[in-house]
């Protein structure tokens, strides 16, 4: 069993999901029957250096509603603290409120990044953590923007969104193109949800000296690396690992505001059409899939 959670398997997954208050139990404050809410899932324990220091996405035990715990998102019903409850505005919609959870994963990463307004950015991936970015980037004043994917419907998606240079790693070379770009100087962040070796090789290459390299995604694949691959223009490589506190509430009031448009990358399904919209989304045939559990 997690420590934390008590979670075992066999596991109902999901952790990015909204829906309405059934029920509560004793002395919860704050949350009434038909509340609708969204749910920002970690746990942490609290006493730890880490969360001691105000960074419990990074506590030791740090665990996920959905991932290991007592039942999850896909569950008709499921039962979290009334501290992961967020009221959602009347003008957002259920569907709006569980992209809130992977929006906020990706907006930290663009607060990782330390993007200022004006500045340019390049962001590895059009998944929909790649597309969070995107809009998030936008949302802090950050418009000159270029995006690498391989996925032919991904790319068009993205550009869809307005974003004027998607370029397809496959016949383009990625480095010329950006220092074509920008004169020979490099973006000022990058920022990288696809996770491949290639793009943690590329990232020095595109970034101007003194940018900033932020890793949201990753795999399972080793990673070459040489140092001085960093120092020769004094590269800043960070991570981001979920979201930080207030992070999950400012997403929840940029989407209200209209900063996370969905049309062409939000797909919706039926719970018996997951399997085949899991192969879709493998493919790059889909960018987001959020599933529609019946009322009853």
Avoid at 51 to 64: E, I, K, S
Wanted: net charge negative.
């Amino acid at each position: 069993p997690h420590p934390l959670t008590g979670g075992v398997l066999p596991q109902i997954v999901g952790h990015e999901f909204s829906g309405v208050v059934t029920a509560i139990g004793p002395d919860v404050p704050n949350v009434a029957v038909g509340d609708r809410v969204c749910v920002e899932p970690l746990y942490s324990c609290g006493g730890c250096d880490r969360c001691r220091a105000g960074l419990p996405q990074l506590c030791r035990q740090v665990m996920t509603h959905g991932l290991c715990s007592h039942g999850g998102g896909l569950a008709q019903f499921t039962v979290v603290p009334h501290t992961m409850v967020h009221h959602i505005p009347a003008s957002m919609s259920l569907a709006d409120a569980a992209l809130v959870e992977p929006m906020a994963v990706a907006f930290n990463g663009v607060l990782r990044s330390g993007a200022q307004p004006g500045q340019s950015a390049l962001v590895f991936g059009a998944g929909p953590i790649g597309i969070g970015v995107v809009l998030g980037l936008r949302s802090v004043g950050v418009d000159d923007i270029l995006l690498v994917e391989p996925a032919p419907a991904r790319r068009a998606a993205v550009a869809k969104l307005g974003v004027a240079d998607v370029l397809d790693p496959e016949t383009t070379d990625i480095t010329d193109a950006v220092q074509t770009r920008t004169g020979g100087r490099g973006v000022d962040v990058a920022v990288d949800a696809a996770g491949a070796p290639v793009t943690f090789a590329l990232a020095p290459d595109v970034l101007r000296a003194r940018g900033r390299y932020v890793g949201i995604a990753f795999s399972d694949r080793d990673v070459d690396f040489a140092p001085w691959v960093l120092a020769r223009k004094e590269i800043e490589l960070t991570g981001s690992l979920g979201y930080g506190p207030g992070v999950f509430s400012r997403v929840i009031e940029l989407i209200a505001g209209g900063a996370y448009p969905t049309a062409g990358w939000v797909d919706h399904i039926e719970l018996h059409n997951l399997h085949s919209a899991l192969d879709d989304l493998r493919s790059g045939r889909r960018m987001k899939v959020l599933v529609d559990l019946p009322a009853t």
